[in-house]
Structures are given as structure tokens and as C-alpha cells.
DNA sequence: GAGTGGTCTAGACCACGTT
DNA sequence: ACGTGGTCTAGACCACTCT
């Protein structure tokens, strides 16, 4: 019978994990996998691409394709929009604007977007709740020379998440977690104690070279970010 | 000229992020994006297979294509193995047993692993440097019952996370990440302040539905996870 | 039932990198 | 120079699921 990509995949894949094909040997080429599989290239290929993008093993032509040294594993985290996080989870989503100002962009700001002298940003403050109790809190910078737009928003009604996705596009984003002290502003908006370890996430956005926005998201503590492979 | 699926893809891409294609808008079928990009309707499928792994757009036969209407933005965090980590920064590795002990699997443990009653574990502490600088605290349990052989090994000489890469296979692992503080012991092992708010990421592994290993790595104050998409 | 995506094929040509 | 993977093609059949 004719073997999917699926099958040889999962037999490839089996192969390594078992030990018959150790790290850092050669696989046979796809013209003999082929054969072997009683199936056209293109599907030993289908097969190969995928489990060297999972980083299982690595091709150069001409050289062949071994199996990994020390299996590059990867985790996938889904970014979701809090919203959609929060309402997923059965709760009510509620979302309340702390502060708003528009400020020269500070220093450090200039420094992790790349920008320039100068200009002027939209800084906000924001909370959401879950349930009614503090679930995130956010500390958001816009970028006014890339989206003058963004001044004429009423940011009491809708997210500056929520308006971003919906309006700007963005090309590159950089995104970091660590690990972080609770100050006592922040902590008085997540109902925790001056001190606690908080979860943070910041991202810095880009368009087309332009920088768009950076985010500050700290979660209540105890906050896990889970995912599965 | 013919367009290659990566033309195909980045012109779709723009499509959508220029908001031409808006989220939640049907995307023409495959075989008349193959005619208007003059190309095979594979090359269309390639492009939008990708599409869809990465989060864009939805597709389901017969209903056709979509653009998601808030695009699943997912990070990819590469999980090396500490010592690559460190070797690949420039720094000299070194790695220290601190601690090993067999014992009886704790209750937390077993609900952690999803083990039964009663089983062994054997239960390392260890230390890993980078340039003599403490860089990550490793507490680790492996399941005696699922890997006998672990006993026999000499910790000392080989850290547990590149001998259970070499020799064990793992076919579901769950990672999570979380903010924690540091207690006067881990203070000491990382050369920082008791309260110190630490990084911490949590894996458990198993194979074949069967527990293997589960391990909690603490990196030293100011560690981030960072990557670009 | 019919339209859409999912996959496979056999062949071809090309790009790259080792030798 | 040549062997390998990377991609494209034109066609085919199948699987799902919406109507």
C-alpha cells in the first residue's frame, strides 16, 4: 500500500525518537525514501520539510539531511487579544481606562523602539477584569508620529489593544516575558501585596520599519502561561 | 511571470494586513487565486496552508477560506538545552550536582504527572554557570518506575537534562512559565536576594502515556524570554 | 449534491553547496 | 561537476461539510 505524508512522517519520526537513526546521522535521501515508502517524492518531502521545521532534523542540499544533535524543541504560545483570553475562560470581560497623557517619548522608550528624537506618544494605563477581579493590567505607548489617529480615540470605550488589532497593520513584533516585583501602584490595581512576583509580558510592535507601539502586560500574580507539544 | 508560493503568501500577507481582505471576509477559493496568480492551484496551497498554520486565516472545505477575525498571533520560543544556551552566548558552561536523593513520588508530584500510588522517584538538584556566573537552578524529579535505569547513572559527571535527551524519547511534554520568588536556599544558589522575583518555567514529560520526568527550572533575577515574529 | 480544501503523482527544472 | 533538497506543474481523486 501507498504511504500518506502522515505515515512516513510518523515512521520517520519514530525512527529518531526510538534510536535506530541516532543524532547526527544521515538520513537517506528523498529519491530512496521514496522508494522505500512506495510513494512520490513530493510527499517524502512534505514529510521531511515538516519535521525539519519542528527542528528534528536539518537539510542542506547536497548534504543531505541528518538527524539533529540535541532536538531543537519548540513551544507554541497562542497570543490571544485579553478579551477573547478572559471570555474564553467563562468569565465577564470588563475593561476600565486608568490614565491617559500625551508625553515626549522617554528615553527608554526611544531606545527599545528604535526611535528617533523627538516625537510624542500616547501614553495609557488600562485594567481588565475578570469577573470583576483584576486580571491584567496594561501600560501601553503609542507611537502619535505613526498613528496621529490615535489622539481623537475615545479610549474610555475601547481597548488600545482591541483598536489596534482592528486598525493598524504590523509587519514585526518582538515579544518578552519575565519575571517582575509588584510596586505598590500595581499592586493596588491588581489587589495584590507591594512585593508579589508578577508575570510580565512586554511587546514592541513595528510597521514597515515604523514603530507602532509597546506594551507592558503584568498579570495578577500566580498568573501561568501553559502550552502543550 | 509565474508566481512562486512565497509571492503568493506575501501578497495574501499584505492583503490582509493592509485590511483589503478584512478579518472575518471569505478569500476567493484556490483555484481561482491559481488563475489570477498564474500559478498551480499547489503553489496557491502551499501559501495558504502556511497561512493558516500561522494563525491568519481558517479554512474548512466547502466553506472555504477566511480571514480569522482576530488573528491568533503565536510566539515560538525555541526550548534549547541549557548548555547550548549558554555555549551559543559565548559563555563557558559549567554545570554542579547539588543534590540527589530516591524517594517516594510527594502528593503534588503524582497529581503533577498524573502518576498512581506509591512509585519511587529519584529527585536532582543541580546548578548551571555560565562564565562561573549563576545562571540556572534545576529541580528535577524523574520516575523510577518508567526509567530504572536512572539509578545507575552518575549525575555528577552528566546533568539529567542531556542525559534524558540522549536516551529518553518524549512524545507529550507540558511547559508553562510563571513568575516566583526567590527563598533564602534558591537565593543562595543564584547569588541573589531572598524575595528576589525569579523566572521559573515548569516542563513535565511523558511517553507513551507514561510519566518521565518532571523539572522546574529557576534562571537568575532579570532573565527574559524573548522572540521575534 | 456540489463546492471546497487535502493530498498524491510523475515528471521537470532549479538553487545551492560540497567536492 | 554533481548530488541534494526546493519548488512548480497539470492532473487526479478523495474527504469533508454546507445547503
Redesign the pocket.
Known amino acids: 500500500m ?1 504511504a ?3 505515515d512516513v512522517k510518523s515512521d520517520i519520526l519514530s525512527k529518531i525518537t526510538r534510536g535506530e537513526w541516532a543524532p547526527g546521522s544521515l ?1 537517506p ?3 530512496d525514501l521514496a522508494t522505500t515508502y512506495r ?5 517524502v ?2 514529510a ?2 515538516e519535521l ?1 521545521d519542528e527542528g528534528l532534523i536539518e ?7 541528518r538527524v539533529r544533535m540535541t532536538p531543537i524543541r519548540q513551544a507554541r504560545f497562542d497570543i490571544p487579544v485579553v478579551r477573547a483570553e478572559i471570555e474564553e475562560k467563562g468569565a465577564a470581560y470588563r475593561y476600565s481606562l486608568v490614565n491617559l497623557a500625551v508625553e515626549p517619548a522617554p528615553d527608554w522608550l526611544r531606545a527599545r523602539l528604535r526611535l528617533g528624537e523627538g516625537g510624542e506618544v500616547l501614553h495609557l494605563v488600562c485594567m481588565h477584569y475578570a469577573d470583576g477581579d483584576p486580571y491584567q493590567h496594561e501600560d501601553r505607548w503609542i507611537n502619535l508620529a505613526a498613528l496621529p489617529q490615535a489622539r481623537t480615540v475615545d479610549f474610555a470605550e475601547i481597548g488600545p489593544n482591541e483598536w489596534l488589532v482592528a486598525t493598524v497593520p504590523f509587519s514585526d513584533v518582538e515579544i518578552s516575558f519575565s519575571a517582575g516585583l509588584a510596586d505598590r501602584r500595581l499592586a493596588g490595581h491588581l489587589a495584590c501585596a507591594a512585593g508579589d512576583p508578577v508575570f510580565t509580558v512586554e511587546r514592541s510592535t513595528w510597521w514597515e520599519g515604523q514603530a507602532v507601539t509597546y506594551v507592558r502586560l503584568t498579570f495578577r500574580p500566580g498568573h501561568r502561561m501553559t502550552t502543550r507539544y
Do not use: L, P, W
Not at 510513494?39 to 510527499?43: D, G, K, Q, V
Not at 542542506?60 to 539531511?65: L, S
Open positions: 501507498k500518506t505524508y502522515k538520513v535521501n528523498e529519491v510513494c512520490a517524492r513530493a510527499t518531502n512534505r521531511m520539510r525539519a537539510r542542506r542540499r547536497k548534504a543531505g539531511t
